[in-house]
């Protein structure tokens, strides 16, 4: 049995019967644009990378799928199947009282043990989070990273890269909600990573995005 259920930019996503089980397959697809040792070597590199922050996010106690087997001449993952709809979903449908806040916290405290551990998610959006029976799952590490944690100049800028994602994503979908969205999150990540680190980290945001308005005005 194999069906396809999402399509992206790098990869294809579809269920697999593997072992007896069904398992969510993430399969990096060829591009024909690239040359072809080359692009075997990049895909290579990021499923072995995204495995391995996986695997790491597991050991630190957050909830991610299970990694089955990672399949390197195919370069594929395959993974626990987590039936469930995504957090981006849920906003929608809960609307932004306490359970929505609720959750962004929870996705604050999960994405505060990353960067505390010197993970960067690379796309953390409430898309790339399953909710099932009132936990939070991160998915989709494609993009990610690890640094040294120092919270010093570097490590903030980094830092605030996967935050402003966040923040984009929240003014993109929920718009008038999003500060309100952000500040739970916000709530969550600082008991995680210490308000001091939070606060920086924020700063950073800050500069982040005046930065880009500059730069956009600088191209008008």
């Known amino acids: 049995m194999r069906r396809v259920i999402a399509k992206g930019a790098e990869a294809i996503l579809y269920l697999e019967d593997w072992l007896g089980l069904t398992v969510l397959v993430k399969e990096r697809m060829p591009k024909a644009y690239r040359d072809p040792a080359f692009d075997k070597a990049i895909r290579l590199r990021r499923t072995i990378n995204e495995a391995r922050l996986m695997i790491k996010a597991h050991g630190l106690g957050v909830p991610v799928p299970d990694v089955y087997d990672v399949d390197l001449a195919n370069t594929r993952i395959r993974m626990r199947y987590i039936e469930s709809v995504t957090l981006n979903e849920l906003l929608f449908k809960l609307g932004y009282g306490e359970g929505s806040l609720r959750l962004m916290a929870r996705m604050g405290e999960l994405l505060g043990i990353l960067h505390r551990n ?55 979908n929920h718009g008038p909600h999003s500060g309100e969205l952000f500040k739970a999150f916000l709530g969550g990540y600082s008991s995680v990573v210490g308000s001091s680190n939070a606060d920086n980290a924020v700063r950073y945001v800050r500069r982040l995005r005046s930065l880009a308005r500059y730069m956009t005005g600088r191209l008008l």
């Open 118 to 172: 010197g993970i960067l998610h690379g796309d953390p959006t409430p898309a790339n989070v399953l909710v099932k029976d009132s936990e939070c799952w991160l998915i989709d590490f494609g993009l990610g990273e690890e640094a040294n944690p120092t919270w010093d100049d570097r490590y903030l800028h980094r830092v605030a890269l996967d935050l402003n994602v966040l923040l984009r994503s929240l003014e993109s």
